[in-house]
């Protein structure tokens, strides 16, 4: 079992940056997956960004240039900054990882962009 808590949400004009949080109840150092997810209304939540044990990465390509994943195994948290955050990227982001069978979601974190 793996429970997730996101932070860092919030209101930001566009151009703005902000960084998201999200800290496993556990040690995250044998999590290959560790992902954020977003879903604005009436839309299916769609990946956003992915960082696997070894710090490969991958991104939507909407996002592509602006946002960075990164994990911290020591803080068991993993973190995505979000730059140049535009009025389409508003939506609850979620992070999510999977310990191969079994995939947790925490219970996301609402970003809003003003334009």
């Known amino acids: 079992q793996v429970q997730l808590v996101e932070s860092g949400g919030g209101l930001v004009q566009a151009g703005g940056s902000l960084r998201l949080s999200c800290v496993a109840s556990r040690n995250i150092r044998s999590i290959a997956y560790m992902a954020w997810y977003r879903q604005a209304p009436g839309k299916q939540r769609e990946s956003v960004a992915v960082v696997w044990t070894g710090s490969r990465v991958d991104y939507a390509d909407s996002v592509k240039g602006r946002f960075t994943i990164s994990r911290d195994n020591a803080k068991n948290t993993v973190y995505l900054q979000m730059n140049s955050l535009r009025p389409e990227d508003t939506a609850s982001y979620y992070c999510?990882?999977?310990?191969?069978?079994?995939?947790?979601w925490g219970k996301g974190t609402l970003v809003t962009v003003a334009s």
């Open positions: 999510k990882v999977s310990t191969g069978a079994l995939a947790y």
